[in-house]
């Protein structure tokens, strides 16, 4: 049964373990300071938290070179501290998912060492070697403008090998079987010590075959995604694999399966750059074609839908007019953009108002899925320009008006904290915005516990309904003779809607906000107000 499957009503908090909580005071988030704030992760009313990798690494690429899959970088603890971490998790009822990145290691893995000691060792073809640099050396790179080649000359071995990351980020072979392998044996671990799940790292390129021709589009293969849930329910039946696959809606179905024997969820990023579209322009008829181009899924697959990650605001899907577009309101200056398609600010500055930021949220939690939302928004954080790169958004959370936001006692943070303008720990944090009723935190909360109350978004059928006008998205779920009715306004001013009695599915209809319900006129019609950038939760009442 549908409802049998705990993440299509779940919501996922994403947070970085070096930037969340310091406990030892040592200027990097560990174990023990997330397991001093799981209470405060439980009161939001959060029941499933993404970790990022936190597994040894240089930490070149924020933790995504891994060194080693089976531990705890000891910046961040040990073994045995993230089993405590998962024991109290797993008392107050939040799942834990983390990050499985197979799709490369760092060039300082054991394996990579093995593999360019000599072109006879076992190691050997765990990698992607050519004898001589391929035509295609400059070409598929992921962080263009930034990365220089995806085929890089190894001094030790005198061979060139495949990165389609950063060069210190040498790609995995999974045509080859052992390395399938050992990485049934890295997820096995995990869910050994208790996890709920992985986020699976750039799923398109680990099923690359790497005996593709040249020149062509590199083959897929979506067989290993069957085997690796296989696996995955073999070992724990419930467990899920949360997906990131940037590609356009006739290629999802590839990702989930036909009856969706694949990846359980997977980011939608189609509508996500849709939705900044949509913000950005008042037009909600591209989000439209968006949200129904991406809805024929199998019924247990699920989307998740987020607004931003740890990651630029990638707007690679639209075309260039829509992009500029988006560029002009949200990230107008060129230090804001990021490889030539993104922007790399954090919400709240990006949209640059209370009401806009409470829009976005109201409608990423009422999109068909699972909302994602990443540390620090739940209090409208800010951003850092001054630092590199992605580095902008992984700024250390605000927790107090204390020296270093809270985060650390230490005098030297992992990042700098944002300690300038409107969006420093000083006026952005915690502890202040808990004692205010009226803060985003507080709203915040009531959100995720609306959405906690409407299992119809997640279990149900939806469809788009008529409003009249192109700045509302109307949206209707159905689900066990229960109908839930969500509008939302992206005009900067009010707007009124007629909704027959036929279209709301009942005579009365109650605001899930507040204590207000409409009933029809004389003429069979509900008559909604929708402030500038306002939004309404309704639920017929039978």
Same mark, same amino acid.
């Given at each position: 049964?549908?409802?049998?499957?705990?993440?299509?009503?779940?919501?996922?908090?994403?947070?970085?373990?070096?930037?969340?909580?310091?406990?030892?005071?040592?200027?990097?988030?560990?174990?023990?300071?997330?397991?001093?704030?799981?209470?405060?992760?439980?009161?939001?009313?959060?029941?499933?938290?993404?970790?990022?990798?936190?597994?040894?690494?240089?930490?070149?690429?924020?933790?995504?070179?891994?060194?080693?899959?089976?531990?705890?970088?000891?910046?961040?603890?040990?073994?045995?501290?993230?089993v405590s971490f998962i024991h109290k998790a797993r008392k107050l009822g939040i799942k834990v998912i983390i990050d499985l990145v197979v799709n490369h290691t760092s060039d300082q893995h054991r394996w990579f060492q093995e593999a360019r000691?000599?072109?006879?060792?076992?190691?050997?073809?765990?990698?992607?070697?050519?004898?001589?640099?391929?035509?295609?050396?400059?070409?598929?790179?992921?962080?263009?403008?930034?990365? !220089?080649?995806?085929?890089?000359?190894?001094?030790?071995?005198?061979?060139?090998?495949?990165?389609?990351?950063?060069?210190?980020?040498?790609?995995?072979?999974?045509?080859?079987?052992?390395?399938?392998?050992?990485?049934?044996?890295?997820?096995?671990?995990?869910?050994?010590?208790?996890?709920?799940?992985?986020?699976?790292?750039?799923?398109?390129?680990?099923?690359?075959?790497?005996?593709?021709?040249?020149?062509?589009?590199? !083959?897929?293969?979506?067989?290993?995604?069957?085997?690796?849930?296989?696996?995955?329910?073999?070992?724990?039946?419930?467990?899920?694999?949360?997906?990131?696959?940037?590609?356009?809606?006739?290629?999802?179905? !590839?990702? =989930?399966?036909?009856?969706?024997?694949?990846?359980?969820?997977?980011?939608?990023?189609?509508?996500?750059?849709?939705? =900044?579209?949509?913000?950005?322009?008042?037009?909600?008829?591209?989000?439209?074609?968006?949200?129904?181009?991406?809805?024929?899924?199998?019924?247990?697959?699920?989307w998740a839908h987020f607004l931003r990650n740890h990651d630029e605001l990638d707007l690679g899907r639209l075309t260039e007019e829509e992009r500029q577009t988006v560029f002009a309101r949200f990230g107008p200056e060129k230090h804001m953009q990021l490889y030539e398609r993104g922007i790399r600010r954090r919400l709240s500055p990006m949209l640059g108002s209370r009401q806009q930021t409470e829009l976005a949220y109201s409608?990423?939690?009422?999109?068909?899925?699972?909302?994602?939302?990443?540390?620090?928004?739940?209090?409208?954080?800010?951003?850092?320009?001054?630092?590199?790169?992605?580095?902008?958004?992984?700024?250390?959370?605000?927790?107090?008006?204390?020296?270093?936001?809270?985060?650390?006692?230490?005098?030297?943070?992992?990042?700098?904290?944002?300690?300038?303008?409107?969006?420093?720990?000083?006026?952005?944090?915690?502890?202040?915005?808990?004692?205010?009723?009226?803060?985003?935190?507080?709203?915040?909360?009531?959100?995720?516990?609306?959405?906690?109350?409407?299992?119809?978004?997640?279990?149900?059928?939806?469809?788009?309904?008529?409003?009249?006008?192109?700045?509302?998205?109307?949206?209707?779920?159905?689900?066990?003779?229960?109908?839930?009715?969500?509008?939302?306004?992206?005009?900067?001013?009010?707007?009124?809607?007629?909704?027959?009695?036929?279209?709301?599915?009942?005579?009365?209809?109650?605001?899930?906000?507040?204590?207000?319900?409409?009933?029809?006129?004389?003429?069979?019609?509900?008559?909604?107000?929708?402030?500038?950038?306002?939004?309404?939760?309704?639920?017929?009442?039978?």
């Open positions: 049964m549908l409802e049998d499957l705990w993440y299509k009503n779940a919501v996922i908090y994403s947070l970085d373990l070096e930037t969340f909580m310091d406990a030892n005071n040592d200027g990097t988030g560990d174990f023990e300071g997330l397991c001093n704030r799981l209470d405060y992760l439980h009161a939001l009313g959060l029941d499933t938290i993404w970790l990022a990798p936190f597994q040894p690494t240089p930490n070149r690429d924020n933790g995504y070179d891994i060194s080693d899959f089976y531990g705890v970088d000891p910046r961040h603890g040990s073994s045995g501290d993230f000691s000599s072109k006879d060792n076992a190691k050997r073809d765990w990698y992607v070697w050519s004898e001589e640099r391929p035509a295609d050396w400059n070409k598929g790179m992921v962080f263009p403008g930034v990365q !220089k080649a995806t085929w890089t000359r190894d001094k030790e071995s005198k061979e060139y090998y495949f990165h389609r990351f950063y060069e210190f980020q040498p790609d995995l072979n999974t045509d080859n079987p052992e390395v399938r392998e050992e990485i049934n044996k890295i997820m096995g671990y995990w869910l050994e010590l208790g996890i709920a799940g992985f986020r699976v790292d750039a799923v398109p390129f680990i099923l690359e075959s790497s005996n593709s021709k040249k020149g062509e589009n590199p !083959k897929l293969h979506f067989e290993y995604l069957k085997e690796m849930r296989k696996f995955l329910q073999w070992r724990k039946g419930d467990a899920v694999l949360l997906g990131e696959a940037n590609v356009l809606p006739n290629e999802s179905k !590839k990702y =989930f399966g036909e009856e969706g024997e694949g990846i359980h969820l997977m980011f939608n990023f189609f509508v996500n750059q849709y939705t =900044f579209y949509a913000l950005a322009t008042a037009d909600t008829r591209p989000l439209i074609k968006a949200l129904e181009a991406t809805k024929d899924i199998p019924g247990s697959s699920q409608l990423m939690f009422s999109l068909p899925g699972t909302p994602v939302i990443r540390y620090g928004d739940e209090i409208g954080m800010g951003d850092n320009l001054e630092l590199e790169e992605r580095d902008s958004v992984r700024t250390p959370m605000q927790w107090t008006g204390e020296k270093q936001g809270g985060f650390t006692k230490g005098e030297t943070p992992i990042h700098p904290v944002v300690d300038e303008g409107y969006y420093s720990y000083e006026h952005v944090n915690v502890e202040d915005q808990r004692r205010e009723p009226g803060s985003l935190l507080n709203w915040m909360t009531s959100l995720i516990r609306m959405r906690k109350e409407c299992p119809e978004i997640g279990y149900g059928n939806w469809e788009i309904m008529e409003t009249g006008h192109t700045e509302i998205l109307g949206m209707r779920y159905t689900w066990k003779n229960k109908i839930l009715l969500i509008w939302h306004n992206f005009q900067e001013k009010s707007l009124e809607l007629v909704v027959p009695e036929k279209m709301a599915g009942a005579s009365r209809i109650a605001d899930l906000m507040s204590n207000i319900e409409s009933i029809v006129d004389e003429k069979g019609r509900h008559t909604i107000t929708l402030e500038a950038y306002g939004y309404r939760w309704f639920r017929a009442v039978p």
